[in-house]
């Protein structure tokens, strides 16, 4: 199959997507219908859109490659929390109370959420600021893997991939909204699971590997080969009075704690939550995504190990920089040298492709939705946003903007893709991890306990990240990220009691969580 047909099947594909959101467009009325489908998906959609918004270029080509070289099979730790973190509880605790709290405040995003929980015009302007600055680097480095691998396996160079995928991404989203983005999921999240499941499988039958069981075995061998970055210690922040010495494995659990508990705050992965139909549907949904979850995350890291086997101790000159590895191209180079069928190959591009058209499309409706309906809201009143033809129109604007400052980041071509990305869930798992999980459970959570929680991650976002470099930024986004769940409650419990009519407005008739949700929330 030669590049042009390659080209030529991508093509198509895109052309199917924007067809799926012209078709979207024409029962788009207002922000409701724009944002969240008019909260009437059922547990498919809901469960792949969830998927594929986790699982983005970023995870195959960045996490798995960097990662994968970095500390072999052992990212099967990474693995095993995102499936039962990062999914399976995030579904059985947040979904149905997310789902059943937003509709009683009539909250579209985070930000709204979060303002009319605790009662604050300010907490929402801000919430939406947070938003927009920190999923921008993100979205970036979306844009950054897929044009990569575009690069090696289509030989288009990148910029001129990227250029092609923001545009697609604007046009096809500013179409269709929400509804768009998960009718596509559902189509996508398939070509995904295929992929994933034809890659991993032929890699691990390649003669360099011998199957699962035999590649597992010898992944396992000498760690000091098989995972250097396990065995490593680095000093982070040396000279400075908070300088210290990490080892291996306290990065690799840095890792596995931000990329599976980080995303129950994720305002791109919350929205999921506020469109399914009813609280009926989160079992079945529940069940749909931690199974889609376990062979995404599964295929992508055991792949990434594969490349221990395939290169040997060393990667190949051309993988080499004047700094050391080129992380984000080891897994297009590896797909693409590897001696796979060039239809796998066209396979595995979609599936990438697929990946990280539904993580972007989320990133730039949630940031579009930050300025449209929170910033916005906040100034112009209760009803400026969801004034239909207005609020729309202004919501497809702003998407523009997004996906254009995007395309600058991606431009610049920051050192590594997942740094990017961590720091940008570290950030904001900092800001609204404690507000949003304490306010859906706690009704003693305060407003002050809450901007304690918001500083109190924000400073050590800013000053963590620059202080222990590339090295630290795992280790530093989980401190920003668990800081404010110890600040939160002491500060609530220090102050006086909420205003019982904002409670009772929240939470309704809901009762109490469960013993059993609490422990679980608090063993989480």
């Known amino acids: 199959m030669s590049s042009p047909v390659l080209v030529a099947i991508v093509v198509a594909y895109v052309l199917a997507m924007l067809a799926v959101g012209w078709a979207a467009m024409r029962r788009t009325r207002d922000a409701h219908d724009f944002f969240i489908g008019g909260r009437s998906l059922g547990p498919w959609m809901s469960a ?19 990662l994968g070289w970095g500390f072999g099979i052992h990212t099967m730790w990474i693995v095993l929390g995102n499936t039962a973190v990062g999914t399976v509880a995030a579904w059985k605790l947040l979904a149905g109370r997310t789902r059943e709290m937003t509709a009683r405040l009539d909250a579209l995003t985070m930000p709204e959420l979060l303002g ?17 600055v920190f999923l921008v680097p993100y979205s970036a480095s979306v844009l950054m893997g897929l044009s990569y691998l575009f690069e090696m396996t289509l030989r ?35 070509v995904e699971f295929a992929g994933v499941m034809l890659m991993v499988w032929l890699l691990a039958h390649r003669p360099e590997a011998g199957g699962f069981v035999e590649a597992a075995r010898r992944l396992l061998g000498d760690p000091a080969v098989m ?25 690799l659990a840095a890792l596995v704690l931000i990329t599976s508990l980080g995303p129950w705050a994720l305002p791109q992965m919350v929205q999921k939550f506020y469109s399914i139909r009813s609280r009926a549907d989160v079992a079945r949904a529940l069940v749909i995504a931690g ?30 920089g004047p700094k050391g590895p080129i992380w984000d191209k080891i897994m297009p180079h590896f797909i693409t040298t590897s001696g796979l069928p060039e239809a796998l190959v066209l396979v595995i591009v979609l599936m990438v492709f697929s990946a990280s058209m539904s993580s972007l499309s989320s990133l730039v409706l949630v940031s579009a939705s930050a300025i449209a309906i929170d910033l916005h809201g906040a100034l112009a009143g209760p009803s400026g946003p969801r004034e239909a033809g207005r609020s729309v129109r202004l919501l497809r604007i702003l998407c523009g903007v997004f996906v254009a400052l995007s395309l600058a980041i991606a431009l610049a071509k920051p050192a590594v893709i997942v740094n990017l990305m961590v720091m940008s869930w570290g950030t904001l798992s900092g800001v609204f991890l404690a507000p949003y999980v304490y306010g859906l459970f706690w009704r003693r959570t305060t407003r002050a306990g809450v901007w ?19 090295d630290g930024v795992p280790l530093a986004g989980a401190v920003a990220m668990l800081l404010p769940l110890v600040v939160v409650p002491v500060v609530s419990l220090l102050g006086a009691p909420p205003d019982p009519a904002l409670v009772r407005a929240a939470f309704g008739d809901a009762p109490e969580p469960s013993a059993a949700e609490r422990d679980t929330v608090s063993a989480a």
């Open 291 to 320: 199974v889609f979850s376990i062979f995404m995350a599964f295929g992508a890291y055991f792949s990434g190990a594969l490349t221990h086997l395939y290169y040997g101790p060393k990667l190949p000159p051309e993988l080499l």
């Open 452 to 470: 304690a929680g918001i500083a109190s991650g924000l400073l050590a976002a800013f000053v963590l990240f620059p202080l222990w470099g590339a």
């Open 156 to 190: 288009i160079r990148y910029e001129t991939a990227l250029l092609l995928l923001t545009a697609v991404t604007g046009v096809y989203l500013v179409m269709g909204g929400y509804f768009a983005v998960a009718v596509s999921d559902f189509i996508r999240g398939i």
């Open 227 to 251: 995972a250097p970055g396990l065995v490593a210690t680095k000093t982070l922040g040396a000279g400075s009075p908070l300088s210290l010495a990490v080892p291996g494995w306290l990065t």
């Open 48 to 66: 792949f859109a969830y998927g594929t918004t986790y699982f983005s270029a970023v995870l195959f080509i960045g996490y798995a490659g960097k």
């Open 116 to 132: 009319a929980r605790y009662g604050c015009r300010v907490l929402k302007i801000v919430a939406a600021l947070v938003v927009f």
